[in-house]
T-cell receptor, first 116, second 109 residues
Framework: DTAVSQTPKYLVTQMGNDKSIKCEQN?????MYWYKQDSKKFLKIMFS???????INETVPNRFSPKSPDKAHLNLHINSLELGDSAVYFC???????????????FGSGTQLSVL | SQQGEEDPQALSIQEGENATMNCSYK?????LQWYRQNSGRGLVHLIL?????REKHSGRLRVTLDTSKKSSSLLITASRAADTASYFC?????????FGKGMKLTVNP
C-alpha cells in the first residue's frame, strides 16, 4: 500500500548505457515530480508533470527524458549514462500541483544510481 | 529562488535535549514547509506553516515563522534517537518546491 513507489531501489550500470527508473503513485494525485539528490545532499527538481503534461523542465541534459503514460505513472529514462549522473533520484507527487496553495509533496524512497 | 537555507548544517545532541533548526528564505512566501529525511529514505512532510501564522505545533514539533526576518525555526522537544535525520525547509505556494541540502541532526542515545 506504498503511496509513491519507485523501482529499482538500486541501479548499478556502466557508462554509456541507457536505463530507466519507474515511479507509480496510488494517491490519485495530479502532479508528479523527479528530483535528483547529489552526494552533498542537495535536492534539485528535474521535471514535473501535471495530468501527463510536462510543466516543469529544469536545466537537465537532453539525455534525461521523462515519460508519463498516465497521471499515476512518471518514468525517467536516461540515455548514455555518465559518471556525473550518479546520484539518488526521487519521485514525488502532489495533489494538484501548479500554484495550488498548501500543497505538500509525497516522496518515494529513492533510486540510488551508480554509474561505473 | 524559493530555496530555504537551513542553519546549522549539522547538529549533534543527547537524547532528551531540544533541537532547534533555523531556516532563512529570500522571497515572500505563501507558506513554509519542513520535511525530514531518514537515511536511505525519501523526504517526509512534517509541518506546514502559512504566511499569516506565527507559530504551529504538531506533537513534539514547534514551528515559528517571522516573515519580517524571512526566517523560520523548527524546534524538536525531548529528542529521541529516532529523530536522527536530515531536515529540510522549503517555500510553498509555487509551481515547484525547491530544497537546499538540509540540516543533519544526530541524536545520541
Amino acid at each position: 500500500d506504498t503511496a509513491v513507489s519507485q523501482t529499482p531501489k538500486y541501479l548499478v550500470t556502466q557508462m554509456g548505457n541507457d536505463k530507466s527508473i519507474k515511479c507509480e503513485q496510488n494517491l490519485g494525485h495530479d502532479t508528479m515530480y523527479w528530483y535528483k539528490q547529489d552526494s552533498k545532499k542537495f535536492l534539485k527538481i528535474m521535471f514535473s508533470y501535471n495530468n501527463k503534461e510536462l510543466i516543469i523542465n529544469e536545466t537537465v541534459p537532453n539525455r534525461f527524458s521523462p515519460k508519463s503514460p498516465d497521471k499515476a505513472h512518471l518514468n525517467l529514462h536516461i540515455n548514455s549514462l555518465e559518471l556525473g549522473d550518479s546520484a539518488v533520484y526521487f519521485c514525488a507527487s502532489s495533489q494538484k500541483g501548479g500554484r495550488a496553495t498548501n500543497e505538500k509533496l509525497f516522496f518515494g524512497s529513492g533510486t540510488q544510481l551508480s554509474v561505473l | 529562488s524559493q530555496q530555504g537555507e537551513e542553519d546549522p548544517q549539522a547538529l549533534s545532541i543527547q537524547e532528551g535535549e531540544n533541537a532547534t533548526m533555523n531556516c532563512s528564505y529570500k522571497t515572500s512566501i505563501n507558506n513554509l514547509q519542513w520535511y525530514r529525511q531518514n537515511s536511505g529514505r525519501g523526504l517526509v512532510h512534517l509541518i506546514l506553516i502559512r504566511s499569516n501564522e506565527r507559530e504551529k505545533h504538531s506533537g513534539r514539533l514547534r514551528v515559528t515563522l517571522d516573515t519580517s526576518k524571512k526566517s523560520s525555526s523548527l524546534l524538536i522537544t525531548a529528542s529521541r534517537a529516532a529523530d536522527t535525520a536530515s531536515y529540510f525547509c522549503t517555500q510553498g505556494g509555487s509551481e515547484k518546491l525547491v530544497f537546499g541540502k538540509g540540516m543533519k541532526l544526530t541524536v545520541n542515545p
